[in-house]
């Protein structure tokens, strides 16, 4: 790919085996959601199911800035963050369906997924909830001289809340290396962005904490894969956090449960037109950098590892009853025997 087609994105971008992951990432994502809507339509999975399609990018484009030891905070619509950082689809499909095989062990669901092992610490079904967490990792690493990066996802909505101020204010004052990443998608839970705050510029907003700030065309894949790999870059050398706004939009009501009221299905088509997978695709083929039968070749790969996913969540088992107050209640232990009268201890 040429320079100029490659609009300032590193060589690594450049290369046919990185426009190949890419692609073969947002595909799974998109797989993985479209057959979790179809699972919960069927009864298979329960509760609130908040679905990532259309800003599949993000989560692609982000994580391979990051390193295994750094820390990863999502939100509730969080399948695509944990797909991204490596969670296995069995393990998130697991969870989805309540099963103890799921990263979880089955008490989290949709929106608590969580591997401490990978470093991916939810799932948080509070708007702006994972914010002083991830001020509070940032901190101890810190502490004890690491140089590992935090990075929070969040929805535009958070940045209304009180955790976003407090959670930007100290991380630029103690020049934390946390990485804010906020995916705006205008609508938050169903109240357009115009409408619920008075500073829109949302990159301006995160600014007047002193904190480096960029906006970013969430939908093309590209250019959040440099934005992210230089705000890593610059986190890490511990000058303090950066704020990217991703600038997306997701193609499917707020969760399942929403009428979907609050925008018109005209402005939702225009927005698909710019879908990520595709658009991306067409760049590539154009470059050539894949071949038309990249796209079916790895259609089948995802289509396969969903069906095991599938399989291994329907193969899971249910908690055992007795096994449901463990990690809520303390569990009895043996009193210690008093020690005898007049005995030091």
């Not at 095989?101 to 401490?116: K, N, P």
């Not at 209304?160 to 020049?175: D, I, P, T, V, Y």
Request: hydrophobic share 40%.
């Amino acid at each position: 790919m040429s320079n100029e087609t490659c609009n300032g994105t590193t060589e690594l971008l450049c290369e046919p085996d990185r426009a190949r992951a890419m692609l073969w990432q947002m595909v799974r994502i998109r797989r993985f959601e479209e057959k979790c809507a179809e699972l919960y339509s069927a009864g298979k999975i329960r509760g609130f199911l908040h679905l990532y399609i259309g800003e599949e990018a993000i989560a692609s484009g982000v994580m391979p800035a990051l390193r295994e030891t750094d820390h990863v905070l999502a939100t509730y619509r969080e399948h695509g963050h944990a797909l991204a950082r490596g969670l296995p689809a069995g393990a998130i499909m697991a969870e989805m369906y309540g099963k103890q095989e799921g990263c979880s062990r089955g008490r989290g669901g949709s929106m608590h997924l969580f591997d401490a092992s990978r470093r991916f610490f939810g799932g948080n079904a509070i708007v702006a909830g994972a914010m002083p967490l991830a001020v509070g990792f940032a901190l101890a690493d810190r502490l004890r001289g690491r140089d590992d990066v935090t990075a929070c996802f969040f929805g535009e909505g958070a940045m209304a809340e009180g955790e976003f101020h407090e959670s930007a204010n100290l991380a630029a004052l103690w020049k934390l290396p946390v990485l804010f990443l906020c995916e705006n998608n205008y609508y938050a839970m169903g109240t357009a962005l115009k409408r619920s705050e008075s500073q829109n510029d949302l990159a301006a907003k995160a600014r007047s904490y002193r904190m480096r700030s960029e906006s970013v065309d969430g939908m093309d894949v590209m250019a959040v894969s440099k934005a992210a790999e230089e705000a890593v870059a610059y986190v890490r050398t511990g000058e303090g956090p950066m704020f990217l706004e991703f600038r997306t939009y997701r193609f499917r009501a707020h969760s399942m449960f929403d009428p979907e009221l609050y925008r018109s299905k005209e402005e939702v088509e225009r927005w698909k037109r710019l879908c990520p997978v595709d658009t991306f695709q067409r760049r590539a083929e154009m470059a050539g950098l894949l071949d038309a039968s990249a796209r079916e070749a790895i259609e089948r790969e995802v289509a396969q590892e969903i069906d095991d996913a599938v399989a291994f969540a329907e193969a899971g088992t249910w908690e055992p009853v007795e096994e449901l107050t463990r990690n809520v209640y303390a569990r009895n232990e043996p009193a210690a025997a008093a020690p005898a009268k007049g005995r030091r201890t």
